[in-house]
């Protein structure tokens, strides 16, 4: 499996960023996906994740009412909407997926995602 990570950039503070993130040599075809980030001299946080039937979708506090998850099963592709972003969210940005048979499962917990791609920087500027 590999997840390649696309969309970062420089912004500045208030603007909009659409990452996308595309699956390939996918085993199985039912997979949560998720979307975390890394800060200079911070851990790899939560951001978002979205089941693999898109009707669960969970956030992290800090991008609630900005940011919004997304997929496309046709394309084995996840994407981040990403507004109103604030220099705080200057990070970078990481790609993740474990397979389910569950339609509605969706993890908050990085250790459950099994894959994960190389990561996009997202710089916001203020």
């Known amino acids: 499996v590999q997840l390649q990570a696309s969309g970062g950039g420089l912004v500045q503070a208030g603007g909009s960023l659409r990452l996308s993130c595309a699956a390939s040599g996918l085993t199985f075809s039912n997979y949560v996906m998720g979307w975390f980030r890394q800060a200079p001299g911070n851990e790899r946080e939560f951001v978002a994740t979205?089941?693999?039937?898109?009707?669960?979708?969970y956030y992290a506090d800090s991008v609630k009412g900005r940011f919004t998850i997304s997929r496309d099963n046709a394309k084995n592709t996840v994407y981040l909407q990403m507004n109103s972003l604030k220099s705080e969210d200057t990070a970078v940005y990481y790609c993740a997926l474990y397979f389910t048979r569950t339609g509605t499962a969706a993890s908050t917990d990085r250790s459950s995602y099994h894959y994960w791609g190389q990561g996009t920087l997202v710089t916001v500027s203020s």
């Open positions: 979205i089941s693999w039937g898109g009707g669960v979708k």
